[in-house]
């Protein structure tokens, strides 16, 4: 690897960052827009000179530290690693749908990684504190209203356990769909500046290593084993975990979209399928691990 900085390149490319970086600190709501792009100048740096790029992060984050805003800091420095994850991949002609999920996977572990960092040193309120707040709040209009129980409080648990064993698989979704927008958007970008990108195969073509589900049943597993007093190793697992599940529920969209595709369904019918699926996630994840694992399409073809 070459050592030498292009001097042009970097300045373009801190000047960019910086300026997203200014514009999310004074206007929060317009990061909507502007994150699905921030990744464009460094992915393009890490595939032409990564010299190049060292030097960009280096001062983009040091311009960020002087903001004095953690919260900002922590949006760069994961973006700028869903960066290196993209320009990586396509530096390895890896397809767009692995590039989606793998990616997808990163920056899961690492968005779940920073809340609980920012959960541990006080930046961000704990999910049991949220939930306990609206908890009270919830009872205090139950008791105004003269209707609360113990039948209404074991219904208004039951549902809050559910909500708060829920966030992690809502900031996978929400990753998921940044990072989807992310490619469509940057990616005939990065092909204006020469840079080969690959395009979406159909989603019946997609296909999950068997890995996958080896590593599904080692985290299932532990978690059989895995107590809340463990704090470090239970959010590990648990959130890895949730990670899987919806690698292995993209994959059984894959195969209900195969089977409509032979069957030749209609459009309705197969919305309906896939409507189905959302609703009853644990049979969808059973045909997920089990397309893996003994590759249910090649039946379906046949």
Known sequence: MSFKVDIKATIVATILLALCMVIINFVPILAIIILPFVTVPATILWYRSKPSFFVTV?????VTVLFSNVYLLTIMALMIFMSVFIGQLLIERTSKERILYLVTAFMSILTIGSV???????????????ISRYHDLVVSYFEMGGTFNSDVEKTLQASLD?????????????????????????????????????????????????SVVSVFVVVVLMSLFVTKENVVLYGIVTNLQYVLEWVIFIQALSLFHLFVKVKKLPIVVAVLIFIIAFIFKPIAYLFGLMDIWFNLKQRIKK
């Open 162 to 210: 559910i909500l708060q064993a829920s966030i992690p698989g809502y900031i996978i979704f929400w990753v998921f769909l940044l990072v989807l927008v992310n490619i469509v958007v940057t990616f005939p970008i990065l092909r204006k500046f020469k840079i080969a990108t690959p395009v979406f195969r159909p989603l019946f073509m997609w296909q999950i290593n068997r």
């Open 116 to 130: 609980l960092i920012l959960q541990i040193v006080g930046k961000l309120p704990l999910a049991s504190e949220l």
């Open 58 to 62: 280096v001062v983009t984050l040091c």
